[in-house]
DNA sequence: ACACCTGTGTTGCATTATGCAACACTATGA
DNA sequence: TCATAGTGTTGCATAATGCAACACAGGTGT
């Protein structure tokens, strides 16, 4: 069980190492907040803040970032609610990256699973979406 | 397949929010520290550099800093051969902040785990593992 | 013996990601 | 209309990190 721990954190320190040397397309901040906000309908800052456990500030100034090289739109949208927050929706540019990104990732990972069979993949994933999912119960 | 990159993704950043917040009796950076030197027989900074993928200055703050606050010894031992670096090895308080810092892990985990076969835990932190392993061969 | 190279650690400086607290703005409700 | 709650922004501080320059110790080669 100490086990799961170590591997974990193993896998944690590396890939932060990783993303700290490398700038693939985007930054590991930048995919992951673009990523949320791609999958997340109406989405505004607070929502990534909650999400990501992150100050409101920190996600404010990400998001500022995000604009000013153009990779998002804010209170872009029909917005027919103008309410509460400002929408933020991908930019095109904001999308090409992301699926390069997204792309990129994908390809690192095929090369390390590639001896992996299709059902040994799905159950780490199985397993990892429970660990998850667990977390998500008891809040820590 | 990206299921495993996206879960592997929000445990890093779940565990990375949550030692922000929290210092158990350990700082995430510290307990790691300490665990690799209480792992690594005859353990010097650039050990630790290469092992957790960190330039030796960052080290060598860190290890400073557990020096400081007496969890570590520098250059204690026997040293039968002082040669090539600083050996480090844990003070009696480090131990003891360690095994506190590894018991309150393993407390947290295994609330988490806590509906878990015991195979099923093997079975993940196999899976872990071998993904792991499978970094090593290929640098990344 | 002396000059030189290599491996290790340290330090100055910069950067990134982050939190907290104070503030500003905008609806919404009483 | 005014108070309140929800969002976002900004000033300030901190932790972790990298890079580059430096310091130092041990071997090597001549």
Redesign the pocket.
């Known amino acids: 069980m100490q086990a799961v721990y170590t591997q974990l954190q193993t896998i944690s320190?590396r890939a932060?190492?990783r993303s700290?040397?490398t700038a693939e397309p985007l930054?590991?901040?930048?995919h992951t907040l673009l990523n949320f906000i791609d999958g997340t309908p109406e989405c505004?800052?607070?929502?990534i803040?909650g999400a990501?456990?992150?100050?409101?500030?920190?996600?404010?100034?990400?998001?500022?970032?995000l604009q000013a090289i153009g990779l998002i739109e804010?209170g872009a949208v029909t917005a027919e609610?103008?309410?509460?927050?400002?929408l933020?929706t991908l930019s095109k540019r904001g999308r090409e990256l992301l699926d390069r990104s997204i792309r990129a990732n994908h390809d690192e990972l095929e090369r390390r699973l590639s001896e992996w069979s299709d059902d040994e993949i799905d159950d780490l994933a199985a397993g990892l979406e429970r660990f998850n999912a667990d977390e998500e119960r008891s809040p820590s």
Chains 1, 2 share one sequence.
Do not use: E, P
Request: without cysteine; positive net charge; charged residues 30%.
């Open positions: 320190r932060s190492a700290r040397r930054t590991l901040v930048q505004r800052a607070i929502d803040a990501m456990r992150l100050n409101r500030s920190t996600v404010s100034r990400q998001v500022g970032d804010v609610q103008t309410s509460r927050g400002q933020l």
